[in-house]
């Protein structure tokens, strides 16, 4: 319980706060969408803040990122101001070296599924180490998110288990949907690791499960490619990953699809609510 009093606290801090740090930083950048004012950076580690891994950082504006390539060593300031973070004053000062990752290696059985589209059926352990399959549940609606224990950021993983907190209290009454959160780290995550951080905040809640995927890295990843996300770096321990949450229906079949992690909890009630009716 301690724990996510501190993510709430956390997460609060975020939105409440007014103080503003800067983080100096150095990676190699891995993606650029300046359509989406994001640039996704394998980044080392940040002292005082996270580990080293590949995750998106938000821009201000699109000059920021003039002149920067996919595979530039770059410096740059990481702003994590009071209800915001973003990058900027990047400054090229190489080639670097990119993470491998499985693009391309998987095609159609890893391929996003669409809406109206089946999920297929993966096998995965719950917190007591029993095997758990999703078709364990068909009959019933599902809301799946995907997370990990290692991650740094309170805008990103620990956000959706805040969220699936208030979705599962605001579903208590309903007997047929589940919320179910899987870990994608299927090296670290054992159900162990998963029941000390989620143990006592998921007790008491009927509908509010949460996975490990430990030796199941085809099932997790597959689950997870065709929820419309994505993770990689988990051996390398330069984890990246892009978040998205799903809703399937009783014989799970994709209804409600949320990328990233900026989905408001209270929107997706009320489309979880018009959704199974």
Request: glycine share 8%; with cysteine.
């Amino acid at each position: 319980m301690k724990y996510i009093q501190t993510l709430i606290l956390s997460f609060l801090a975020l939105d409440c706060g007014s103080n503003e740090k800067i983080y100096p930083v150095k990676g190699t950048i891995y993606d650029v969408i300046p359509d989406s004012l994001i640039i996704t950076i394998a980044h080392d580690t940040i002292p005082d803040l996270m580990m080293p891994m590949v995750m998106p950082f938000n821009l201000k504006n699109q000059k920021d990122i003039v002149g920067l390539s996919i595979g530039d060593s770059v410096h740059f300031d990481f702003i994590w101001a009071d209800t915001v973070t973003y990058a900027k004053n990047f400054r090229i000062v190489g080639k670097g070296t990119l993470p491998e990752d499985d693009d391309g290696f998987f095609d159609d059985e890893y391929s996003v599924k669409r809406i109206g589209q089946l999920l297929d059926n993966v096998t995965l352990l719950d917190l007591d180490s029993s095997w758990v399959q999703l078709s364990d549940s068909d009959g019933r609606y599902r809301f799946l998110s995907y997370i990990f224990t290692r991650c740094p950021m309170p805008s990103m993983c620990p956000a959706v288990v805040i969220k699936n907190n208030y979705l599962a209290e605001s579903f208590s009454d309903h007997e047929n949907i589940d919320f179910i959160m899987v870990s994608f780290d299927y090296i670290y995550d054992t159900p162990s690791v998963l029941k000390e951080f989620y143990g006592l905040t998921i007790l008491g809640h009927n509908n509010w499960q949460v996975w490990s995927s430990i030796g199941r890295i085809d099932d997790v990843y597959r689950l997870v490619k065709q929820s419309g996300g994505d993770f990689w770096g988990i051996e390398e321990g330069r984890i990246g990953h892009t978040l998205s949450s799903v809703l399937i229906g009783p014989d799970r079949v994709i209804l409600g699809l949320w990328q990233g992690d900026k989905w408001q909890s209270g929107q997706v009630k009320n489309a979880i609510e018009l959704l199974m009716e």
